[in-house]
């Protein structure tokens, strides 16, 4: 390939990656209600628990950390978050007896309890072990938000909150789902 033709695309991918970020900038009002959901929880004594697939796998880790370790701010108390996704003998355990669609329904039924808010990531809202555990989290009143893409697939319609980035790009989404992350890290900071 030439080097004005990797060029090109760099310039396409990266206007892109900007373009579905800027049309969050219409989503703020519901970004924020996600936040104070989960701050009200935080504040209460509940947990924040996160799962997905792959990617969403990651940014449920990458999320997580960021509420247990450190967003930007240094030295204040850690926040109770749990990625479902870290224990791979657990996962592997559930998968090998239960079927892979119970690994993260498994764990919400030895983790969460009323009032915790579970954070489900899936990008085609689809993914059935994403589907079984919110099903779930209904049925031990746990709040739910779904971070899915454009059309929200099955997700949109079973979650309390549904968050449908502007996009069918699957890079594009992901990219959306941990901006909306940040910026909800960023506001359950400034509330401790």
């Avoid at 989503?27 to 924020?32: H, L, N, R, S, V």
């Avoid at 079973?158 to 909800?184: K, L, M």
Wanted: proline share 3%; net charge positive.
């Amino acid at each position: 390939m030439r080097k004005n033709n990797l060029l090109s695309l760099t310039k396409e991918s990266l206007l892109e990656a900007c373009q579905s970020n800027y049309m969050l900038v219409d989503c703020a009002p519901f970004i924020t209600r996600l936040a104070e959901l989960t701050i009200t929880a935080l504040k209460r004594g509940n947990k924040i628990i996160l799962f997905g697939n792959g990617g969403s796998a990651a940014d449920s880790q990458h999320i997580a950390a960021e509420l247990i370790g450190r967003f930007t701010k240094d030295k204040r108390h850690p926040l109770p978050a749990i990625a479902l996704t870290t224990n791979t003998s657990l996962i592997t355990a559930i998968a090998n007896d239960y079927g892979f669609d119970s690994v993260f329904s498994w764990q919400i039924q030895a983790l969460a309890k009323k009032g915790d808010v579970a954070i489900a990531i899936s990008t085609s809202g689809n993914s059935p072990n994403v589907l079984e555990a919110v099903k779930l989290c209904k049925k031990l009143h746990v709040k739910t938000i779904g971070l899915t893409g454009q059309d929200g697939g099955k997700l949109k319609d079973i979650v309390d909150f549904a968050f449908c980035a502007p996009s069918n790009t699957t890079a594009r989404i992901q990219e959306c789902h941990i901006t909306v992350g940040h910026v909800i890290c960023g506001l359950i900071e400034a509330s401790f």
